[in-house]
């Protein structure tokens, strides 16, 4: 069983800044593809961004210019900077794996792994 845990959620100010990890236990994220997710309260969950293990990435509309996921193999972890945030990206914000995947899905359930989740909240 993979055990992802993100941290780096909090309260911040709309235009302020996060920066969210994601790291596993027992597993390399090596050869993986991780990517973020996220939903908000009375929505469906939402793709927002994704890595692949060659360092390619892929981002939601509302990601581009704003967030920017990143990975550290040497400290298996993933993260995501997110800059200039609004609130409406208030959301729990989930990492997931797609193991052994060679691009990025958008699609939750393709994804094999999911952490339990950090919050989010962008006050105006």
């Known amino acids: 069983q993979v055990k992802l845990v993100e941290s780096g959620g909090g309260l911040v100010q709309a235009g302020g800044s996060l920066r969210l990890s994601c790291a596993a236990s027992d597993h390399t994220l090596l050869r993986d593809v991780v990517a973020w997710f996220r939903q908000a309260p009375g929505k469906e969950r939402e793709f927002v961004s994704g890595?692949?293990?060659?360092?390619?990435?892929r981002n939601a509309e509302f990601a581009e210019w704003r967030f920017t996921i990143s990975r550290d193999n040497a400290r298996n972890t993933v993260y995501l900077q997110m800059n200039s945030l609004k609130p409406e990206d208030t959301a729990v914000y989930y990492c997931?794996?797609?193991?052994?995947?060679?691009?990025?899905?958008?699609?939750?359930?393709?994804?094999?792994?999911w952490g339990q989740g950090t919050q989010v909240t962008v006050s105006s």
């Open positions: 997931a794996i797609d193991r052994g995947a060679f691009n990025v899905y958008t699609s939750a359930a393709l994804y094999d792994y």
């Open positions: 890595i692949t293990d060659a360092g390619s990435t």
